[in-house]
T-cell receptor
Framework: GAGVSQSPSNKVTEKGKDVELRCDPI?????LYWYRQSLGQGLEFLIY????????KSGLPSDRFSAERTGGSVSTLTIQRTQQEDSAVYLC??????????????FGPGTRLTVL | RKEVEQDPGPFNVPEGATVAFNCTYS??????FFWYRQDCRKEPKLLMS???SGNEDGRFTAQLNRASQYISLLIRDSKLSDSATYLC????????????FGAGTRLAVHP
């Protein structure tokens, strides 16, 4: 079946502009995660959704970052007034959830964001 | 202690070698563990899940030592195509099925 998809694959923007990144999880997966990965760095957790609610937003780096998920499926991550340090690959993952043996995460190809 | 710590890389090994990566974790209540593989400029992909003492899949063996809070990944008969970064992944003590990713260990297999 189809995997996790993300769009756009690449985004170049100017400092101060807003950007919106989209994630379409695997059908039937209730859990959805956003991470970011800077060049040569590990994955940095941003936010977790279970259905439409976000019980864990602890990783969002500032109030310029927000995310929503509607209909328990597609999610959008919005970054307002982008800064150069926001440049990174933003990865989305989904999992079946429901217990320890159901939470393998499957990743999308990511959106490479470059802020000039 | 970090939630997940991995061997620093890179590991440079010849084809055919056996190589082992280590990972320690701080949450003693963790029940499931994962090894992910990440190729350069690609997304992480699940390599192995570990729910009991270990798991074996072809040339790859993962072992779990709960008493020492230690997970290892053994790769036998290394191939050039095994060159990648290997991520150790552990559930967060915060629950919600949140996973904590280690920083990764880089493997380079050369001819």
């Amino acid at each position: 079946g189809a995997g996790v998809s993300q769009s756009p694959s690449n985004k170049v923007t100017e400092k101060g502009k807003d950007v919106e990144l989209r994630c379409d999880p695997i059908s039937g997966h209730t859990a959805l995660y956003w991470y970011r990965q800077s060049l040569g760095q590990g994955l940095e957790f941003l936010i977790y959704f279970q259905g439409n609610s976000a019980p864990d937003k602890s990783g969002l780096p500032s109030d310029r970052f927000s995310a929503e998920r509607t209909g328990g499926s597609v999610s959008t991550l919005t970054i307002q007034r982008t800064q150069q340090e926001d440049s990174a690959v933003y990865l989305c993952a989904s999992s079946k959830s429901g217990g320890a043996q159901g939470n393998e995460q499957f990743f999308g190809p990511g959106t490479r964001l470059t802020v000039l | 202690r970090k939630e997940v710590e991995q061997d620093p890389g890179p590991f440079n090994v010849p084809e055919g070698a056996t190589v082992a990566f280590n990972c320690t974790y701080s949450n003693s209540a963790s029940q499931s563990f994962f090894w992910y593989r990440q190729d350069c400029r690609k997304e992480p992909k699940l390599l192995m899940s570990v729910y009991s003492s270990g798991n074996e899949d072809g040339r790859f063996t993962a072992q779990l030592n709960r008493a020492s809070q230690y997970i290892s990944l053994l790769i036998r008969d290394s191939k050039l195509s095994d060159s990648a970064t290997y991520l150790c992944v552990v559930p967060s003590p915060g629950g919600y099925n949140k996973l904590i990713f280690g920083a990764g260990t880089r493997l380079a297999v050369h001819p």
